[in-house]
């Protein structure tokens, strides 16, 4: 059986925290307080003591100095809340005392005159008995009861009701308080400038892992903190460098490629042989295509223009130039989807998503989904999927599965590298899953706002 729920831990540095330092400081009061209270009640019941026997024999002595019959109005006289005394003739009778009580009969026969001890002094210790109260109506926690000889043949009888204990001064409870409040607020404090630094760490972090650029974070807080954050701007700094570095030299590759390839696309055209001729023209467009790819993916998205179209119909266009190749393609068709976007790129985008589908999957059915924030578009096949440790690497360029590679589809493993660059672009994203029917499901996810749709 659970005695609280799971989730009663606070999740947040700064809770956890403010709950130890406040359990802490409740905790530590409580202790304090409770010796605090320990060592006083045990001062107060030898004072206590001390009280009682001195008020036992000052008053039997009182008595015997007065005549007998004014005794018991004496002693009625000098009897109050919690002292009552009375007179007791003839034996007193002889209860067997235990050894607390003897110690006190000890005690006060040690302070009478030896010449009045004519019979034994009696101690009783015992509990109030029910009806035993004070005016108040509050229960005694105690009954003493003293039988001190006054004369032979006459004893004072002293009761003392011991009242309860004062309750935990309120001075103590608000100390306790004001202490837990103060150190909760600097706790909190401290967490706000540990915590702070963290998350905006963690964001960048996160904001990283997702393809963009990891942003700066402040270098403020404890030392111990502002070292992580100085280190993690250092790699960040270190990451954009490598990156730039990458993305000049696929630039320059793909640069000085295209000129000897027109060199040799005109060279071609002077081919005698026909098939030869055709042969290598063939492999110089897709070596062209290829250079393309590799400018635009060191171009990264933005350099077009953005413009207003109708994303459905653009959709619509890829699919039906694929199928007049006699591609195997279906789109859902769609109502008007206007959508602000650099339509070329997303012209590429959702091509090579198909021609993917088609080239390791078999087929490629098309559609477009929506909600009042984005458009999706899905792309499904039904092929082998994407093994989920894959699933990150392949919008690496070059990167090329092995079932790929070996197989007869050609690629430069550019495509999702590219699809990522211009969803990323548009502020979007792409996203793989392996449908459980088996096959990979692409969605391209464009914002309608954020791009002004
Ligand atoms: N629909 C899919 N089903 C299974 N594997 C896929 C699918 N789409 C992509 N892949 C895997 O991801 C790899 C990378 O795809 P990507 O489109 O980036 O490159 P490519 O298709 O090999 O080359 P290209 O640059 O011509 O597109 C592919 O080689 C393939 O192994
Ligand atoms: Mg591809």
Not at 39 to 47: D, G, I, L
Not at 257 to 279: C, K, N, Q, W, Y
Not at 364 to 372: G, I
Request: proline share 6%.
């Amino acid at each position: 059986m659970r005695l609280w729920p799971a989730n009663w831990w606070p999740r947040t540095l700064g809770a956890q925290l403010v709950v130890m330092t406040a359990a802490a400081v409740l905790l530590s009061n409580v202790a304090v307080a409770s010796w605090f209270q320990l060592v006083q009640s045990r001062a107060t019941e030898s004072a206590i003591n001390d009280r009682i026997i001195d008020r036992a024999v000052s008053a039997a002595t009182l008595l015997s100095a007065i005549p007998a019959r004014q005794r018991e109005a004496a002693a009625r006289a000098l009897s109050s809340n919690v002292w009552h005394f009375s007179i007791h003739h003839g034996k007193p009778d002889g209860l067997p005392m235990a050894d607390d009580e003897r110690a006190m009969a000890a005690r006060v026969e040690a302070l009478l005159p030896k010449h009045k001890i004519k019979e034994p002094v009696i101690v009783d210790f015992r509990a109030p008995r029910s009806g035993e109260a004070f005016q108040s109506g509050t229960r005694p926690v105690s009954v003493i009861t003293i039988m001190v000889p006054v004369v032979r043949g006459t004893e004072l009888l002293t009761t003392f009701y011991r009242p309860p204990p004062a309750p935990w001064p309120l001075q103590i409870v608000i100390a306790a308080v004001v202490a837990i409040l103060t150190t909760s607020i600097a706790a909190a404090f401290i967490a706000s400038r540990v915590a702070r630094p963290l998350s905006q760490l963690a964001a960048s972090a996160s904001q990283a892992a997702r393809g963009g650029q990891a942003e700066h974070v402040p270098e403020e807080g404890p030392d111990d903190v502002r070292r992580a954050a100085h280190a993690f701007n250092v790699m960040t700094d270190q990451v954009a460098r490598t990156l730039a570095r990458q993305r000049q030299l696929l630039s320059a590759v793909g640069h000085d490629l295209r000129t000897p390839i027109t060199a040799m696309r005109i060279s071609a055209e002077f081919v005698g042989d026909e098939e030869i001729r055709e042969r290598l023209q063939r492999n110089l467009e897709e070596l062209q295509d290829l250079t393309d790819a590799v400018l635009s993916a060191a171009r990264g998205a933005g350099w077009e223009a953005m413009r207003k179209v109708d994303l459905a119909a653009l959709i619509e266009s890829v699919c039906t130039d694929l199928e007049d190749m006699d591609k195997p393609v279906k789109w859902g068709a769609h109502g008007a989807a206007p959508l602000m976007c650099r339509p070329s790129e997303i012209r590429r985008a959702t091509r090579n998503l198909i021609e993917n589908a088609i080239a390791y999957g078999g087929k490629a059915d098309v559609r477009l989904t929506e909600t009042p924030e984005i458009y999706e578009i899905v792309v499904e096949d039904s092929g082998p999927g994407i093994a989920e440790e894959d699933r990150i690497r392949v919008f690496d360029p070059f990167v090329r599965l092995e079932s790929s590679r070996s197989s007869e589809t050609g690629g430069s493993g550019l495509g999702l590298t590219l699809v990522k660059a211009i969803a990323e672009g548009h502020g979007g994203s792409v996203t793989l899953e392996n449908r459980p029917e088996g096959g990979l499901r692409v969605c391209l996810c464009l914002p309608r706002k954020a791009l002004g749709a």
